[in-house]
Every structure is written in structure tokens, then in C-alpha cells.
């Protein structure tokens, strides 16, 4: 607010606490991350800058905890993860490959630090709330930024992003199936209309990466938002309503010539492979690598063969170094029964921990994490996310919720706004 008085000015400004900082600085690391491969010279400072930004602002806030009280908060996402990479690194002295480890080790403690700076800020329901919705919108800017960048007679080249950002059509898929999902329960389930141009601009850019398994997951979870919004009369219509708009979605796929050359003809592609009248050979060539990983994990079924084994040992196969493509083969092969368990341990307890808030309490936002989690073990069948940072975001911001529930106040703010949320929908 800008007053002059008495010949002088005075510019009242919004009090802005270390809270907003941290959100701003999650906003730009996480477009960072999104937009640009760290891995490419030259934007890794850019991506190393914004990461420092981010833990710097919450440790800060460490820092000020333990002066007020002598606190450090060490979430049990951060424990977990920290296990989890102990064992990673102790594979090493098994593997026949522990020279490769090291990568690997730098990642992982890039995670840890991380997963630790997210839970010192959002750690309670409205922080949790705050930490998807800088996902969602960081993932808009970065489709914006694709959008800005291509050249329209690109847009349905079968590639759309992969030149400009970096990464390849599964990170992309998977970053917008999640914020897409973020963006969508915010339009429907809160009412928030210009939320539903977002997550349009959003699934649009999925189609166009030509992902199959993206459209499939947004798809599917798009209908469980649905079903699990209420279990009233109008749950059968509703359900009617988005069946109908996926059998159209997928009607202009495999007929709007533009979208087929897209992804539809990939969608062809598939179901003439499941019926053998076609060979696909991205299919093909997954279903190798599960069946080799399927010999791989018994050579060493309980300890595993140590970390990037697998694209080592499929060399021979495929004559070139690869990964599964499928994180649950992959942690199998690499880390055998034991690393399976340390690393799913934490999907198990977090989804034992949402049937309460979700089929118990109605509590939206423990449907959209519900949702969120059902869809990133859908797309780890055909993608590895144990040492993805992006994938490991997603995962604590689910935590985060799940943590700020048990306590007895949160639970009580959280019933007072689902209240106002089914009053205001009776009132629209």
C-alpha cells in the first residue's frame, strides 16, 4: 500500500516470514529440475544454485529451531531413505561393479539433504497442502516454457519436450501425470475453476510426449479422484460422466490425425502386440529386460548383485548398457529381497496410513495422496524412480500429509476445512 503524508511517502510492503522464501526457493528448484537435465554442462550450475538456495533457506530454519529450543527435526521419510541408501552403499562390497557406486552416492545424498529441507517447512496439513501446489505449478511453468519454445509445427512431432528440456518422454510423462492429478483435485474437488485451464494445458502436454502410460495414469487417476470424491447417488453419473470423456479422449486419439501420429498409432501399436499381430518394439524390448531381470534377481536373490548391476549384466544381451525400465525389477536385480523391502516398506506404510483419513475420515486431501501414490506405483512398472529426485519429491510430500495427520491437531484442522469445503459445494 502506497500513502503520502505530510510530503512524505510511505510504502507499507506484506510482512514476508523465512516460510516464504523457502516456498519461493522450492518453486524455482523444482521448475529447475523439471525444465533442464542437470546432467547437461552448463545447467547444472543452474540446477546446483537453485538446489543450494533450498536447503540453505531451510537450514537457516534449523538453525533458528535449535536456538529457540534445541531441536532438529529428522522426519521418518528422511530416516527411511537414509536406510535405504546405507544398504545401497554396502552393496558395493559385493557387487562385481562397486567401482560405479559413486554416482549413484552423490544422488543419493542429494536426495537425503533434500527430503530433510522439505520436512523442516511442510510438515503439517496446510504445508503439505502448500508443497503440492508448488509442484503442480512449477510443472505448469515448466510446460509453458516447452510450449514458448517449440515451434507449433513441432508440437505433434512424437517428442514434444525431449529436445528442449533435456529429459526423456518418461520423466516428462511422469512429472505431469502427478502435477496434472495436483492440479485437477484442486478444480474439482475445491472448486478453484482456473485450475481446470491449467490441468487442460497440462494433460496436453502429456498427450503430446507421446507416453502411453502417462495418458493410461492420468486417465485412472483422474476416475479414482472421481470415485473416491463421495459415495453418494451421484457418484454413478459422475462415474457415467468420465467414462464417456475418456472413451472421447481416446475416440480423438485414434482419430484425429494429428493425435494419432502422436500417440495413437503407439497405442495401435500395443494392442497388436498383446494380440501378436504386430511387433512393437518398445514393448518388446521392456518384456526382455523383465525377463532377464526375472534370471538376474535368482543369481542373487536376497542381497541382490549391488547398485547398476542390472545395466551391466544386460550388456551381453542388448550389447549396450541400460536400465530395466521397471523400478520394481530393478531394485530386485541390484538390491535383491532386502533393499526390496527397506525402499517399498514406505509405500506400504503410507498407504496403510491414508485408508484411515480416506475411507474412515473423507478427508480430500488424503484422497489426492491416496490417488498420487496409486499412480506412481503404476508408472514404476514401466520406469526406475528409487534415485529419481523428482519421484522422491512426491513421495515426501505424501509423507509429509500422513505425518501431519497423526497429530490430533491437524486432524481437527483438517475435518474444520472438509467441513467448509462440503458447505460450500452444497451452496454452488
Request: proline share 2%.
Amino acid at each position: 500500500m502506497l500513502a503520502v503524508r505530510k510530503r512524505t511517502m510511505n510504502i507499507s510492503l506484506p510482512r514476508l516470514s523465512l516460510d516464504h522464501f523457502i516456498d519461493a526457493a522450492l518453486l524455482l528448484y523444482l521448475f529447475v529440475l523439471f525444465t533442464f537435465n542437470h546432467h547437461i554442462v552448463g545447467l547444472s550450475y543452474l540446477y546446483y544454485m537453485s538446489y543450494f538456495l533450498f536447503v540453505g533457506f531451510s537450514l537457516v530454519k534449523v538453525i533458528m529451531r535449535i536456538r529457540l529450543d534445541g531441536r532438529v527435526m529428522v522426519s521418518g521419510v528422511t530416516a527411511w531413505y537414509f536406510i535405504f541408501s546405507l544398504y545401497v552403499v554396502a552393496t558395493a562390497l559385493w557387487s562385481d561393479y562397486p567401482h560405479l557406486i559413486l554416482e549413484t552416492v552423490v544422488r543419493l545424498i542429494q536426495i537425503i539433504f533434500l527430503i530433510f529441507s522439505v520436512s523442516q517447512t511442510y510438515a503439517t496439513h496446510s504445508g503439505a497442502r502448500r508443497c503440492v501446489k508448488i509442484i503442480s505449478w512449477a510443472a505448469f511453468f515448466c510446460v509453458l516454457y516447452i510450449f514458448v519454445n517449440t515451434p507449433p509445427s513441432e508440437w505433434f512431432a512424437g517428442n514434444f519436450g525431449d529436445d528442449i528440456t533435456g529429459q526423456n518422454a518418461n520423466t516428462i510423462g511422469m512429472i505431469l501425470t502427478v502435477s496434472t492429478l495436483i492440479t485437477a483435485f484442486f478444480a474439482y474437488y475445491e472448486k478453484r475453476r482456473y485450475y481446470y485451464v491449467v490441468a487442460l494445458i497440462q494433460f496436453a502436454a502429456a498427450v503430446l510426449t507421446s507416453s502411453r502410460k502417462t495418458v493410461v495414469a492420468v486417465c485412472l487417476g483422474v476416475v479414482m479422484l472421481i470415485f473416491l470424491k463421495d459415495k453418494s447417488v451421484k457418484l454413478l453419473i459422475r462415474m457415467l460422466v468420465a467414462a464417456g470423456i475418456v472413451f472421447g479422449l481416446f475416440y480423438a486419439i485414434m482419430t484425429v490425425p494429428e493425435l494419432y501420429s502422436v500417440i495413437g498409432r503407439r497405442f495401435e501399436s500395443m494392442l497388436g502386440y498383446l494380440m501378436s499381430t504386430d511387433n512393437d518394439n518398445s514393448m518388446y524390448m521392456r518384456r526382455l529386460f523383465i525377463e532377464y531381470a526375472e534370471k538376474f534377481f535368482l543369481e542373487s536373490p536376497v542381497l541382490g548383485s549391488g547398485a547398476h548391476s542390472f545395466s551391466q549384466m544386460i550388456v551381453s544381451v542388448v550389447g549396450r548398457s541400460t536400465y530395466a525400465h521397471n523400478n520394481y525389477y530393478e531394485i530386485l536385480v541390484n538390491f535383491g529381497l532386502v533393499g526390496f523391502f527397506i525402499y517399498y516398506s514406505m509405500y506400504a506404510y503410507l498407504i496403510v496410513k491414508l485408508l484411515r483419513p480416506v475411507f474412515r475420515d473423507g478427508n480430500d486431501v488424503a484422497k489426492l495422496m491416496m490417488t498420487l501414490m496409486a499412480v506412481i506405483l503404476i508408472c514404476e512398472y514401466g520406469i526406475v524412480l528409487y534415485y529419481s529426485v523428482y519421484a522422491i519429491v512426491f513421495i515426501t510430500a505424501v509423507f509429509m500429509f500422513v505425518s501431519a495427520y497423526d497429530s490430533p491437531e491437524q486432524r481437527a484442522f483438517a475435518s474444520q476445512q472438509n467441513i467448509m469445503y462440503t458447505a460450500r459445494e452444497r451452496t454452488i
